[in-house]
């Protein structure tokens, strides 16, 4: 297990998340804080509070490296009217553009935040700062994290909204197009994320931490100058692991845990000793939950280990059975009505592009390119896919379903197979004709590398969801409710509107080989619907390039990755 990896298993432990907060109480306001403005209709009343007077931190020690997730339990509550954020950006040439959604019950208005203050889609970047005090009185720390509307949240009134309506993460994708943030009137989000990517190093011992909205916020959402003071007790955690208090222990693997992730946020949720053994993780956190905001609501009651595949649960956020094929095959004449809602499928450019020895069924000694790729639905319908097996046959056959605005079934169409993947990473049905991969000479005019063509389909990644139509709440979000199992006689697999399907380069197969490939210029090709079996809204659109540039030596090779357009993620 990486450094980093283990950073990621043992982080984001819940402090006061609950699935309702039943009490908050503010906690230390700074003497001659000031009051907000008077309520407006429509107007969101924003407020730093926190759950708890005081917090008992665990501080890990690990590879000769220790420190803490300050994790303080801060919340910010919305009153009057909910904050709403829509997050956009025209193309991948233009800033990242954070508008407010205001209300009143009559008429929208829109407010644009200042420009610059929002940089991506992950949330608001500087929004807390936070000092830490020891027990003489000495600043031993100061730092800052962002928010994201979306973390952890629940009720603090109970005529709130019983459910929240907005998305449950911030997206992290490189390529995100859109993105809604909110909170519901009567509820409060989770603020506290310093130290979840980056731990911070407190010895044992008694702190003060003072937490504070930064003046840019305040001044955005006109919010008072409240000041939450938390106790802070840094521990030695006990030798089991147990969690106390209100910490949660690291993960244990699920018992029906361990096979099947294809995607950065479906995965193994116990240490390396437990998974799969051989297979490799990356530092990127390939098996893990995408977007990173797993419920502190979900991990207090000890469920972490939900995270990824498994019977009937799906990322941690929420726990359903899995979905379901139609009970037999279609019957009667396969048509699709001409006026019939269909999908649209695009793909993102490549990214988290390494080279790499390869991955389990690779060959050792071998060059490898590897990357990550996603294919989403830009709607305005999902992209539904049922495939039937016939006793003792080796593939299923798949078919496309088209549904009206009522939801109800108005048409299907044979669309190709489905095969069974035994490599461990996948262990799971995938559909043969949703997207490929190919590496292509610098005048893209040749195929130098050809890619995997199957996929088992899973709303892994919020890509844009201002698009119409767009699921806030996509059903399957990780591969046990999409994949099936080797025994399975029918599976349903379902690409939501505005969500896509990302592919870690951690994925076997996700790479090409480049041992005997000569140093130059290429492209990786990610290409949705290669034989334009499904049946979609637009087929212009399904072709994304990333430029790439190969150097080295056998054994040591190297890439360089230019940026695309403002995306320098590589």
Known sequence: MTKQEHRRTLRRAASA??????????????????????????VPQLKLIAASKSV???????????????????????????????????????????????????????????????????????????????????????????????????????????????PQSCPTNPFTLGSVWGVEKGWAANSSTVGYDERVDLPVGEYTATVAVAKKYRDAFGMADDRATVKVTVRTPPEDGGAVGLRSAAPQADAHGAHGAHSAHAGHGGPAATRDAGHHYGPRGADEPVPPALSHALEARGQAHHLGDGRGHTDGSRIKPALKANGQRPTGRASVPADAPK????????????????????????????????????????????????????????????????????????????????????????????????LLSEDRTKEVRSGKEAFCLANTDAVDYTVKNANWHPYNTDLSTACGQQNSISVREVLDVGSGDTYTQYRPGQSFDITDLANGTYYIEVLANPANRLKETNLKNNVSLRKVVLGGTPGARTVTVPPYELINTP
């Open 343 to 438: 999908p649209d499928l695009r793909s993102l450019p490549a990214w988290d592009i390494a080279v790499t020895d390869g991955e389990d069924g690779d060959v050792p000694g071998k060059d490898y390119l590897a990357f990550s790729a996603n294919v989403w639905n830009a709607g305005p319908a999902p992209l539904v896919v049922d495939g039937f097996r016939k006793p003792g046959a080796e593939l299923m056959d798949a078919y496309q379903y088209f549904y009206d605005a009522q939801g109800e079934q108005i048409g299907y169409t044979p669309t190709g197979t489905m095969e069974w993947d035994p490599r461990i990473g996948h262990e799971h049905w995938h559909f043969t004709d949703f997207a490929s991969y190919r």
């Open 56 to 166: 008992t931190l665990d501080r890990w020690e690990w590879d000769g490296e220790a420190g803490v997730e300050l994790d303080l339990g801060t919340y910010v509550s919305v009153e009057n009217a909910p904050l709403e954020l829509k997050v956009t950006r025209k193309s991948y040439k233009d800033p990242v553009v954070a508008r407010q959604i205001l209300r009143d019950g009559t008429k929208v208005k829109t407010k644009a935040l200042p420009a610059g203050l929002v940089k991506d889609f992950s949330g608001l970047p500087g929004f807390l700062e936070v000092s830490v005090k020891d027990a003489a009185g000495k600043q031993v720390l100061t730092t800052a994290s962002g928010f994201c509307p979306n973390n952890a949240s629940g009720r603090i009134h109970p005529d709130a909204p019983a459910t929240s309506h907005y």
């Open 17 to 42: 998340g609950a699935a309702t907060l039943a009490v908050v109480a503010v906690a230390g306001a700074a003497p001659g804080a000031g009051a907000a403005p008077q309520a407006k209709p429509g």
